[in-house]
């Protein structure tokens, strides 16, 4: 079936360490949305791309969307223990109204 | 008011049981939507409500029984659930714009144990 991936799978860095995950679809997504979950809490919307080639920030958050509107990336510059979280990424795959969600990256920090 | 309430958060229920799972949005949000999460697993897409209709049922087992009594509201009927159905129940919420779903607003949850 229509599948989004996310690597890794899991990420343990040293606080002030950058952190990045990464997100594809081996078909064209109509957007690309991402997500954080803290530990025994639910999904927080954080951004959505739209656009091939997209770039977006927030603060220390920088999202990509690539120009074939497969991939995407959510790079966390200088961690913070505030950061630590299961980052998911959700696509609209093309035409379907639907999100699929990837297996999602958990971020743990060394404070 | 941007948030999304569930209510219970805790429900345990025996295989015999029927319970019901609440969610309430005041964002005049008119697309609703029930996922299931298990532990370190991605949120599971189950239904979908669009103007208060089911739009999608991603083949869910009848022993789950959606309702969208109005735009606010959306409960989720349970009856003669089995133990792997224990699992974090989210609702979320979201606008429906240009026949895509834009950004989603998920409640806090209700946590399901079935014995």
């Known amino acids: 079936g229509q599948q989004v991936m996310q690597i890794p799978q899991y990420q343990h860095v040293q606080e002030g360490e950058d952190f990045t995950t990464y997100c594809n679809s081996s078909?064209?997504?109509?957007?690309i949305q991402w997500y954080k979950q803290r530990p025994g809490g639910h999904p927080v919307f954080l951004i959505q791309?739209?656009?091939?080639?997209e770039v977006k920030k927030q603060k220390r958050l920088t999202f990509q969307f690539g120009e074939a509107k497969k991939n995407s990336s959510l790079h966390i510059t200088a961690t913070q223990t505030t950061d630590v979280g299961t980052y998911f990424c959700a696509g609209n795959l093309g035409g379907a109204q639907k999100l699929v969600f990837g297996q999602g990256t958990r971020l743990t920090i060394n404070p | 008011d941007t948030e999304v309430t569930q209510t219970p958060k805790h429900l345990v229920m025996g295989m015999t049981n029927k319970k019901s799972l609440k969610c309430e949005q005041h964002?005049?949000?008119?697309?609703m939507y029930w996922y299931k999460q298990k532990a370190k697993k991605p949120p599971e897409l189950m239904f979908v409500?669009?103007?208060?209709?089911?739009?999608i049922n991603e083949s869910v087992p009848s022993r789950f029984s959606p309702e969208c009594p109005n735009s606010s509201l959306l409960n989720l009927h349970l009856h003669a659930l089995q133990p792997e159905d224990s699992a974090l129940y989210l609702c979320a919420s979201s606008r429906v714009w240009a026949g895509a779903y834009n950004e989603q607003f998920f409640g806090p949850g209700t946590r399901l144990t079935v014995l």
């Open positions: 791309l739209v656009k091939s080639g």
């Open positions: 409500y669009s103007y208060e209709k089911l739009s």
């Open positions: 078909t064209t997504l109509s957007n």
């Open positions: 964002m005049g949000h008119r697309a």
